[in-house]
């Protein structure tokens, strides 16, 4: 049973336009939520997380936004670069589980068009 | 700030042997360290976590003997792959989380670049 979901393999995005990257769990213990984004044969990079507690964070041209009620959550990139395309993972953890690791979706591809 | 370094970042071995991978937080001390594999095209899956001085706990699934995890210090940790495998051939990557109250935050993790491990 997955409980991290990025349900778009791929996503293509004109550079300069909004990218948007979607996450659903299923688990209503995560709260705490991050993205990282990762190129081929490397480790993630963090990027930007949110605490269940909030529904927005921002930094910089990255924003995520958290429905709990949904258990949804998304990343948005904005304005969309050539350097922003890799894969980017959503994760989730439960904030004080002592060491709990993360749980990571599938990842989704995003590819910036000129 | 939060680098977290493995080593080596490859390692090509034959099968029977055994393969030991370093993760050490280069600037920041680190009482839990995750160690995660990743399949080809496939997401992260977390195999256990390691604590600084205590024994690893590992996920379900996960041979404890035949991957050995010591966490020596608050800036080291390593993963032992032992009577290596053609199967275990695979993206081995480790994460630290700074310790609360430090850089980071309580729940961030840093990751490291990953070991690619192929095992003949």
């Known amino acids: 049973d997955q409980q991290v979901k990025q349900n778009s393999p791929s996503l293509s995005v004109q550079e300069g336009r909004i990218s948007i990257l979607n996450c659903d769990y299923t688990n209503s213990m995560f709260d705490y939520f991050l993205w990282y984004k990762k190129y081929p044969a490397e480790g993630p990079t963090f990027l930007i997380s949110i605490s269940s507690i909030k529904d927005k964070n921002e930094d910089g041209r990255f924003t995520v936004f958290l429905n709990k009620s949904a258990k949804h959550l998304s990343l948005h990139i904005v304005p969309s670069q050539p350097g922003d395309s890799a894969v980017y993972f959503c994760?989730?953890?439960?904030?004080?589980?002592?060491?709990?690791?993360?749980?990571f979706g599938k990842g989704t591809h995003l590819i910036i068009q000129p | 700030g939060a680098v977290v370094s493995q080593h080596p970042s490859r390692v090509i071995c034959k099968s029977g042997t055994s393969v030991k991978i370093e993760c050490r937080s280069l600037d920041f001390q680190a009482t839990t360290m995750f160690w995660y594999r990743q399949f080809p095209k496939k997401s992260l899956m977390l195999m256990a976590t390691s604590n600084e001085g205590s024994k690893a706990t590992y996920e379900q699934g996960v041979e404890k003997d035949k991957f050995l995890i010591n966490h020596a210090s608050l800036t080291l940790s390593t993963l032992t792959v032992t009577s290596a495998h053609p199967e275990d051939s695979s993206f081995y990557i480790c994460s630290a989380r700074p310790l609360i109250g430090t850089s980071g935050g309580t729940d961030t993790q840093y990751f490291g670049p990953g070991t690619r491990l192929t095992v003949l």
């Open positions: 994760a989730a953890s439960v904030l004080g589980g002592g060491a709990d690791g993360l749980t």
